[in-house]
Structure formats: structure tokens, C-alpha cells
């Protein structure tokens, strides 16, 4: 069974880093695309980020760009989302999705991160 | 970006029932449409691809049809499970984009 499961989500003040992290199993992790994709309160979905299988290419959307950063490690089957220079627009459930390069196949529960002062 | 508008925010409907969601794109994107659904304390599931493409594991009361800009996602026959929230999601281009949202409720 696919399971990803988030964590390092929580409460930080703007400007400062946050790290998530995403524990995957139930498949090899190696294959495949992974993305982080976000939802605020009250919003529709957005595309985060997404990373190859291998991790040589990632891609952002451009309001994140240069200041998260996304990384994965296939010996530990987890996947990363460090986030520098947050700002209250960030606030959000983010979810860790397998796929990203077209479609999101599974999606973990989500972990909130709230930027506020 | 490619925008994505889905025009019904919320859809009311009886167990039984048949509904249709619609989801139309600001530029043609072929048929690289997807849907999901996402009930109350569960993840996201992938429900549709290709535009029409059942995922593994899709109910076949679930049928996707559409191409171009305008897309549809048609429930026959409701079951109590089908209530929760659906996004359709385009893959034609990065940004991959979403709608906002359609809730089903039951009536």
C-alpha cells in the first residue's frame, strides 16, 4: 500500500525557514516523479514544486522560486521541501503528492505550516 | 498560466442520482485533464486521466469526457461516498494548474 506521511509542518514567523519532510513506502520510491502541492485556507489547490525520480531536475512555480527549495533522498525514500524566506501567503496545508511531472497518483494526509508573527 | 474554472462551487444531489461537473480551461490543453475527489479526513484521490482514463480502482459510475477547453465529470447513479469535494487539474503545461472546487452534497 502507497503511503506518504509528512511532518515539520508548524507555526514560524515571516522570513524565517521550514523544513517538511515526506517518509514514503509501499513502492520504490526511486521510480518515481514526487511534488509537494499546497492548499490555504479556504483556496483551491496549487502546484508547489515537483523533482525527477532521480533528483537531477526540479521545477517551481515562480512564486517560490529561489526561495524553497525541493530535494529528495531515494536511499531513505523520502522527499524534502525547504522553505527559506516565508511570508503569509505560504500558509497552507501542504501535501506530499507522488507524480508532478503530469499527474498526482497519491497524495499523503497534508501537514499545516502557518506563517504568521 | 493555464486557468482552470470550475463554475459550480457547490452541487446538491440525492443518493441514486446522476451529476455532471464541469471544468473548462482558458486555452485548449487537449486532453490532458485530470480528475479528483477528496472526502472528509482522507486524502486526495485520483479518479480520472486523460481526460477519461479511470484510474485503478475508479468506480466505472465514474466517466470523464471533454477535450480542448471544456471538460465534464459525470457520477451515475450517486453513492453515499461520492459526496465530497472534486478539482479538475490540467497537465498541458507548468504551471500545472487547478480548478477551485466543486463540493457535492447531498441533498
Known amino acids: 500500500e502507497v503511503q506518504l506521511v509528512e511532518s515539520g509542518g508548524g507555526l514560524v514567523q515571516p522570513g524565517r525557514s521550514l523544513k517538511l519532510s515526506c517518509a514514503a513506502s509501499?513502492?520504490?520510491?526511486?521510480?518515481?516523479?514526487m511534488a509537494w502541492v499546497r492548499q490555504a485556507p479556504t483556496k483551491g489547490l496549487e502546484w508547489v514544486a515537483s523533482?525527477?525520480?532521480?533528483?537531477?531536475?526540479?521545477y517551481y512555480r515562480d512564486s517560490v522560486k529561489g526561495r524553497f527549495t525541493i530535494s529528495r533522498d531515494n536511499a531513505k525514500s523520502t522527499l524534502y521541501l525547504q522553505m527559506d524566506s516565508l511570508r503569509s501567503e505560504d500558509t497552507a496545508t501542504y501535501y506530499c503528492?507522488?507524480?508532478?511531472?503530469?499527474?498526482?497518483?497519491?497524495w499523503g494526509q497534508g501537514v499545516m505550516v502557518t506563517v504568521s508573527s | 498560466d493555464v486557468q482552470m474554472t470550475q463554475s459550480l462551487s457547490y452541487l446538491a444531489a440525492s443518493p441514486g442520482e446522476s451529476v455532471s461537473i464541469s471544468c473548462k480551461a482558458s486555452?485548449?490543453?487537449?486532453?490532458?485533464l485530470a480528475w479528483y475527489q477528496q472526502k472528509p479526513g482522507e486524502a486526495y484521490k485520483l479518479l480520472i486521466y486523460?481526460?477519461?482514463t479511470l484510474q485503478s480502482g475508479t468506480p466505472s459510475r465514474f466517466s470523464g469526457s471533454g477535450s480542448g477547453t471544456d471538460f465534464t465529470l459525470t457520477i451515475r447513479s450517486l453513492e453515499p461516498e461520492d459526496f465530497g469535494l472534486y478539482y479538475c487539474?490540467?497537465?498541458?503545461?507548468?504551471?500545472?494548474?487547478f480548478g477551485s472546487g466543486t463540493k457535492l452534497e447531498i441533498k
Open positions: 503528492t507522488r507524480g508532478g511531472k503530469l499527474v498526482f497518483d497519491y
Open positions: 486555452k485548449s490543453i487537449s486532453n490532458y
Open positions: 486523460s481526460g477519461s
Open positions: 487539474q490540467q497537465y498541458y503545461e507548468k504551471p500545472l494548474t
Open positions: 523533482i525527477t525520480n532521480s533528483g537531477g531536475s526540479t
Open positions: 509501499g513502492f520504490t520510491f526511486s521510480n518515481y516523479y
